[in-house]
């Protein structure tokens, strides 16, 4: 939805009775119409049925310019309008294809038909802005006459019906976040938003072609990736599902006003940063998991440049100052305080490990500062997973989320996207595939874009030959960007690759050294001109100025981020070059001192890898030696050194023995964060995880194998079959989530087959390749498809006399008609289907249980009498749902017993709980802030009331003693 729909403060309750009075009223029988009708004989002011007149016509404009916000030229801005309006009798289109066109193209189309831009051509800025916003809002209106006006147009039309029903009522919503602007601030948001969306609408992809890193336009190269939840082994409720189950990363976002984003390096956490900026500030489409997006103002804040050269940190008036906007010096005074003051923020606050150690308590007292003054905001902070600890923002309300590594989909949607971008053909794109596939270390580096991106463009540039390993894909990497530059002519400075290593490494050291992502331009001539006395060709090339502006524009490696300001164009080559200038240097003990922080994680990974075996053997002596010693750090640097082995194709026994044994005390893992931090130490730790009789527990049991699936490949699944035939549930569902990690046959046949050998292990399809897998195997009862798949596709695989439990995520499904042959299903689950309209099809089938998360297009208000046709639910699972509108359907669940309602910070009305849900034994109510129990008692059979842990309850003491309360914060 874009801004014109709301700019306008034009409530619908106004604007809506005054555009039903442009067209004459049905008469008996209207509702009978089967075709379409043409505007010219709808309108009021024109034919045998004229009610208005051109007086009345402009007495009507007139109206809707008052009562707007503005004051503008109002007369002038309601002649044009009324003008245009008026053109609606002219237009050669019938309600149907007016409806079809949107109201944006309706608004277009009588715009030029009454004149173009002759009718603005004398208006100010401000009024032509009034007069556009005016006249997209009375369209929208005049579609939304038009679907209420035939049932003809309400039945072939439906999507575009509810679409316009959702479009009207946000933008009521939308009344209470702007009626705060004033006209000057109207003017300069949408200013500032234009400058957004340019600003941050292209992407840099390195390694499209080899003459430059040419950027991408976002809209082609923003690929939607997964977050999931940290879970932590208390948070684990139930069986059903694994834990932490991913979601696209934008669905998981939603229904959150605080996050922390945690991803490794080249994951996408800018890019996400990047997108929703833009997405925000065109404000188009934001509907559905989008919706809280509306009427936002988007601040792009990345913390390097917040925090560069020890500068204090903004207040909001300086939020553009800081980040060089061009725009700050325009801005209205107050401008930024106004908009966080009113809660339409979107703070997107990038990379906090780019922040040095030392500062970063001061970023988090800036943080929690601006939280305290403007809470209402939504918040996004951005880290690698191990720069801040857990709950750093925890106090503060901020929900914990990881992006999942890339999965196969994700990978093949990239490369063919780099291929269309590079021009190279589909055929390349393929045979980088299968090398991706089959080739185990490929296939753990193409975990992230930019080590995809990487790996495509060594592809192409080797005609197929890939490195092996990820030194190996570094050195490649460079000498790929390095090389290239020498086979340039007319070059006043000429350095080889080796000299301009030389060089990189020994500004990479100084960044990592001193703790910082960026340096002043006069640190880096300086550490250049250091050098120049050992390198007498490099000295006789030019000044240390010219052979620093030389890598600043040729190596494709340096940037001037701002004018005298240097940095790396990637953290990941800072790192991998400054390790190999530590290497040569042997400073292994300062390597050590630092290795538990997360700025030199990766670097001390890379000085292994460039080290030779006896230096290798110092290196990990040290960080085991150092782990034995200081128990805060002993985990972290154990399982550093681990993950330094893949590194170390040569090393003496002892060294590895040792090495293996502080890191097998670690196992197995306690949760998700650690699993994932086993499972990058690579196939090594394979040999170390437990097996299904050697684990202490279920949830032990879980992270071992999500450990072995993380790390993936042919070891992996072999480790894996040793689990199939557990007795948990809870992993057995773990193992049948994951099958896209891995070929679908061999993974179909080793593990997926075998577990469903146990009834109840619930199978996860994401491709039509799983499916029909599935279908062959002809022994499954539980479900889930997770993708856009046919109620054709879904017949025709499963199995009606088998299916039980079924559950639907993220599909594009309109309606549930299919289902009506499945008389054996008794659960249901419904999860971000935005399409879906009607639960009509559930009328008559057995369903004892049903779950519905995130289905907008659903008018529950008018399907919860479904729901009483189902004799046999007991058991309801509600997300984002108000509660507080079914209550006044009269609609009684007396047969459920147990419900979920999922808030996220929503309020939730008890006493609408227990009026619709007489019949309660077990509620819970997840991200509530606070809950007043007090009707609860009222419910004589409750037994269990569990909520969130962050969720205050009130009036506990109104409780039966009989009620089992799960809170950690009653009041």
């Not at 390095?482 to 990479?508: F, K, N, Y």
């Not at 109104?958 to 914060?969: F, G, I």
Request: aromatic content about 6%; glycine content about 6%; hydrophobic content about 40%.
């Amino acid at each position: 939805m874009d801004p014109t729909v709301v700019g306008t403060k034009v409530a619908s309750s106004v604007l809506g009775p005054l555009v039903r009075k442009l067209f004459v009223q049905e008469g008996p029988g209207a509702g009978l119409v089967g075709r379409p009708v043409r505007l010219s004989a709808l309108v009021s002011f024109k034919g045998e049925k004229r009610a208005l007149g051109e007086k009345e016509l402009h007495k009507l404009a007139r109206e809707l310019v008052e009562r707007s916000a503005s004051t503008a030229e109002p007369e002038a801005v309601a002649d044009a309008l009324a003008r245009t309006l008026h053109a609606l009798g002219d237009l050669d289109l019938d309600d149907m294809q007016a409806v079809r066109l949107g109201h944006r193209a309706l608004a277009d189309q009588l715009y030029t038909q009454a004149g173009g831009p002759g009718l603005v051509r004398h208006l100010s800025q401000e009024a032509t802005d009034l007069y556009t916003d005016l006249l997209n809002s009375a369209c929208l209106h005049i579609l939304h006459f038009f679907t209420r006006r035939s049932t003809f147009v309400a039945r072939t039309l439906v999507e575009q019906s509810r679409r316009l029903d959702e479009l009207i009522g946000l933008a009521d919503l939308l009344l209470t976040r702007l009626t705060s602007r004033t006209g000057e601030d109207t003017a300069f948001e949408g200013q500032y938003t234009r400058y957004i969306a340019a600003r941050h609408s292209r992407l840099t992809i390195y390694g499209i072609d080899l003459t430059e890193c040419r950027e991408w336009p976002l809209d082609t190269a923003y690929l939607s990736l997964e977050a999931a939840p940290d879970i932590r082994p208390d948070d684990i409720l139930g069986d059903r599902r694994p834990p932490s189950a991913p979601r696209p990363v934008e669905q998981a976002l939603a229904g959150h006003d605080r996050v922390l984003l945690r991803g490794v390096a080249g994951s996408g956490k800018t890019t996400l940063v990047q997108w929703l900026a833009v997405t925000t500030a065109r404000q188009e489409q934001l509907t559905g998991r989008l919706a809280h997006l509306m009427g936002r103002v988007p601040f792009v804040l990345p913390l390097r440049t917040l925090t560069r050269g020890g500068a204090a940190l903004p207040v909001p008036g300086d939020f553009l100052t800081a980040v060089s906007c061009p725009l700050a010096g325009s801005q209205p005074p107050g401008w930024a305080d106004r908009v966080l003051a009113a809660g339409r923020g979107l703070l997107l606050i990038d990379g906090v490990d780019e922040v040095p150690e030392p500062e970063r308590a001061r970023t988090s007292r800036w943080l929690t500062d601006l939280l305290a003054a403007f809470p209402d905001n939504l918040w996004l902070v951005t880290s690698r997973p191990s720069a801040v600890r857990e709950e750093w923002l925890g106090g503060e309300d901020f929900t914990e989320l990881s992006l999942s590594p890339m999965s196969r989909a994700d990978i093949a949607v990239f490369v063919h996207r780099w291929h269309e971008a590079t021009g190279a053909g589909g055929a390349t794109a393929e045979a980088l595939l299968s090398s991706v596939r089959t080739q185990q270390d490929m296939a753990r580096l193409a975990t992230n874009p930019l080590m995809c991106a990487l790996i495509c463009a060594l592809h192409r540039e080797r005609r197929g030959f890939l490195p092996r390993g990820r030194k190996a894909l570094y050195d490649a990497a460079l000498a790929m960007l390095l090389e290239r530059r020498d086979r340039e002519r007319d070059l006043t400075v000429e350095l080889d690759e080796e000299s301009q290593i030389e060089l990189l490494q020994r500004l990479a050291y100084w960044l990592i050294r001193n703790g910082r992502a960026e340096m002043e331009h006069a640190d880096a001539v300086h550490q250049v001109e250091r050098l120049l006395p050992s390198m007498p060709y490099v000295a006789a090339q030019g000044t240390a100025t010219e052979i620093l502006r030389h890598l600043l524009v040729r190596s494709g490696l340096l940037r001037e981020p701002v004018v005298g300001a240097v940095d790396f164009v990637h953290r990941t080559f800072q790192d991998y070059l400054g390790a190999r200038a530590i290497v040569e240097e042997r400073d292994f003990d300062v390597l050590v001192a630092h290795a538990h922080l997360d700025q030199w994680e990766d670097v001390v990974r890379m000085a292994v890898a460039h080290a030779r075996p006896d230096e290798r053997a110092r290196l990990l002596t040290g960080l085991v030696e150092r782990g034995d010693r200081e128990q805060e750090h002993a985990a972290r640097l154990h399982l550093l050194a681990m993950a330094c082995l893949e590194h170390a194709a040569k090393l003496d026994p002892e060294v590895r023995g040792d090495v293996e044994a502080r890191a097998g005390e670690l196992i197995p893992p306690r949760d998700t964060r650690e699993a994932a931090d086993l499972a990058n130490i690579g196939p090594f730790v394979l040999e170390l995880l437990p097996g299904p009789n050697d684990v202490g527990d279920e949830v032990a049991a879980t992270h071992t194998v999500y450990t072995a699936i993380v790390v993936g490949g042919d070891a992996a699944l072999s480790f894996l079959t040793r689990y199939r035939d557990h007795d948990s549930l809870m992993v057995r569902n773990r193992l049948a989530y994951h099958w896209e990690q891995f070929d679908t046959e061999a993974y179909g046949n080793e593990i997926i087959r075998p577990l469903l050998d146990r009834p109840g292990t619930s199978v996860v399809v994401r491709s039509q390749e799983e499916l029909s897998a599935l279908s062959g195997m002809g022994c499954y009862d539980t479900v889930e498809l997770s993708g856009e798949f046919t109620a054709e596709q879904i017949t025709a695989a499963l199995d009606e006399r088998l299916l039980t439990s079924l559950e639907l995520r993220h599909t594009a499904l309109t309606d549930l008609t299919f289902l009506c042959r499945y008389r054996r299903l008794r659960q249901l689950s419904l999860s971000d289907c935005l399409d879906l309209m009607s639960l009509e099809s559930l009328r008559g089938l057995p369903l004892e249980e049903l779950a519905l998360s995130d289905v907008p297009a659903l008018a529950l208000s008018t399907q919860w009498g479904v729901l009483a046709t189902l004799p046999n639910l007991v058991a309801l699972d509600l997300e984002d749902v108000d509660l507080n509108v079914l209550g006044d359907s009269g609609v009684s669940l007396a047969g459920v017993e147990s419900l979920t309602v999922e808030a996220y910070g929503k309020s939730v009305d008890l006493g609408a709980i227990a009026t619709i849900f007489p019949g309660l034994t077990w509620l819970t109510v997840g991200f509530a802030r606070e809950l007043d129990v007090a009707p609860l008692a009222a419910l004589p059979r409750l037994r269990h009331l569990s909520t969130s842990h962050s969720c205050f309850l009130r009036n506990t003491h109104e409780l039966p003693a009989t009620v089992r309360l799960n809170s950690p914060y009653p009041m």
